[in-house]
């Protein structure tokens, strides 16, 4: 740093003196007397530049012959490269002039101009590492993908380039959209530079489009140890990949169990690896142990798909012990909007309406989505309002909002269910519970939106016949219907099915 000063320094002040010393030579108007082999002359100021210039000239030329008459001798002294190695330094030259105006014409976007320049470096300077590189750059933005490949294709052959040929393959294939072939490059290329985090991450993503979990959690694994993820981001995808392997319908129960409680110990705050989770509990017997998990995570999200696990805990108890055994999921976040439709849900069918009425409270016109008028459809019916009154409700429930879901963070689709894919953009765990903003809006189906409701045996005699409050009319095809309230209930191995 300080010999930089020096000679920055050095140079401002030879120049500086230059030029003070030309403006005297110009004022004063007189050259200098110039004597040689008896003849004399006396050049004005002009000429005396010129004079100077061109004996800077010779001294040049004389330099350049004296060395290469120097590697002359040398070659007749024995050393047999001398001259060529005279010869390659200017090759050289050459060579990296032509390697930076062509990296600066591609920087520039003047591919045509890359691409001659890509050919004169290597003319004088065949290394291939750098000039192919260059030259598949430009064909790529010349959108001559058949020239890029070819390119790239010789770049496999050099041990030193393997890596950037496969990536540069990979990338071809990943715009064609030829998956298979992309993973085995991903694959590839992960061989070779297994801390490469832009490789991790590609060959991540294809095999979890593959649904290949196992091989997704070593590639999240391979990241951790590179220092690619934070630890806390790791556990999180880990947990995802582990439920996603859970739902794997050829999988025999024991494994499906286990890989959903490894899920919830990952990340406790997932909800669906929650609900997984407490089902596997209550398949080996542990009712405590599945109440502990939902309610754990319902202090931090309270989400219908926990209430429904919830219920299914005791599926044969009455609507008046329901309410009951809810309670401490009421306190745990009393204020929230899922827990004030829950307990109002709960208490209409116990048939307490008023109780009800005063748990939704002011909801339907805070935060009126389809769920909350419906439910006070629900309680008009049940204090016996007119018939007006409750289509009125329901009249405002089909075009209401309808609630928080599963919305990408990426593209912003939402989803009635969670998946670890976005079914729009393939977004790995890129889906969040939160009120939807696109126009692709989920319907969302009452049978999921009230299924601790629907899931306790109705008292007999004066229930609310689920025909006299048509919930949503415009309905999903595959949305399940509501039973009706003399129905039975349906059998618990039914709501234990996985959310995933």
């Known amino acids: 740093m ?12 030879v120049v500086t003196l230059i030029a003070v010393g030309a403006m005297y030579w110009m004022d004063a108007g007189t050259g200098f007397e110039l004597k ?9 100021p002009l000429e005396s530049i010129l004079v100077i210039v061109a004996l800077f000239l010779l001294v040049w030329l004389m330099i350049r012959v004296a060395g290469f008459l120097l590697a002359c001798f040398r070659f007749l002294a024995g050393d047999e490269t001398a001259i060529s190695r005279w010869y390659d330094r200017n090759r050289e030259r050459k060579g990296y002039q032509a390697l930076a105006d062509g990296m600066l014409a591609l920087a520039s976007g ?21 000039t ?17 490949e070819v390119v790239y294709k010789r770049l496999l052959s050099d041990d030193k380039t393997r ?9 071809q ?48 694994a391979a990241k951790l140890r590179a220092g690619n993820i934070p630890k806390t981001l790791h556990r999180r995808r880990d947990a995802v990949l582990a439920l996603a392997n859970a739902a794997d319908p050829d999988m025999d129960d024991t494994a499906k169990h286990a890989a959903a409680l490894e899920a919830h110990r990952l990340s406790p705050d997932l909800i669906p690896a929650t609900v997984m989770a407490a089902h596997a509990h209550l398949a080996n017997g542990y009712k405590r142990k599945a109440k502990k998990a939902i309610l754990n995570t319902w202090t931090t999200t309270p989400h219908p798909d926990l209430a429904a696990a919830f219920a299914a805990i005791e599926p044969e108890e009455t609507a008046e012990a329901r309410v009951k055994r809810f309670a401490p999921l009421v306190k745990a976040q009393p204020d ?15 048939e307490d309406f008023p109780t009800a009425r005063k748990a939704i409270g002011d909801l339907v016109e805070t935060s009126p989505s389809a769920r909350a008028l419906t439910i006070m459809a629900a309680i008009e019916r049940g204090e016996g309002a007119d018939n007006a009154v409750v289509q009125g409700w329901l009249a405002r429930a089909v075009t209401a909002r309808r609630g928080p879901a599963w919305v ?93």
């Open 408 to 500: 990408c963070e990426k593209c912003n689709t939402a989803h009635h269910d969670w998946a670890p894919l976005c079914k729009r953009c393939q977004g790995f765990d890129t889906l969040s519970w939160k009120e939807t903003t696109s126009e692709e809006d989920p319907v969302l189906s009452a049978a999921t939106s009230m299924l601790p409701l629907i899931e306790t045996p109705a008292p007999a005699g004066d229930a609310i016949a689920s025909e006299d409050i048509p919930l949503i009319e415009s309905e999903p095809e595959d949305a399940e219907i509501l039973p009706e309230a003399d129905d039975p209930p349906e059998d618990s191995t039914e709501s234990e099915k996985p959310a995933v």
């Open 2 to 13: 300080l010999w930089s000063l020096v000679k920055i320094t050095l140079f401002v002040a």
């Open 173 to 220: 294939r990943l715009e064609a959209g030829e998956t298979e072939t992309s993973l085995k490059l991903a694959e590839k290329a992960f061989t070779l530079k297994p801390k490469h985090e832009e490789t991790q991450d590609i060959l991540l993503g294809l095999q979890a489009e593959g649904e290949d979990w196992a091989g997704a959690r070593s590639t999240l």
């Open 336 to 350: 929230h909007d899922q827990t004030r439709m829950l307990q109002a849900e709960l208490l209409i069918a116990a």
């Open 110 to 130: 003047e591919a045509s101009k890359a691409m001659s320049s890509a050919a004169k470096a290597e003319k004088y300077l065949h290394k291939p590492e750098l």
């Open 36 to 44: 040689f082999a008896g003849y004399e002359m006396t050049p004005g």
């Open 132 to 148: 192919n590189l260059l030259s598949a750059q430009a064909a790529e933005m010349m959108g001559d993908s058949a020239k890029a």
């Open 163 to 171: 890596f950037v040929g496969v990536r540069g393959l990979l990338k």
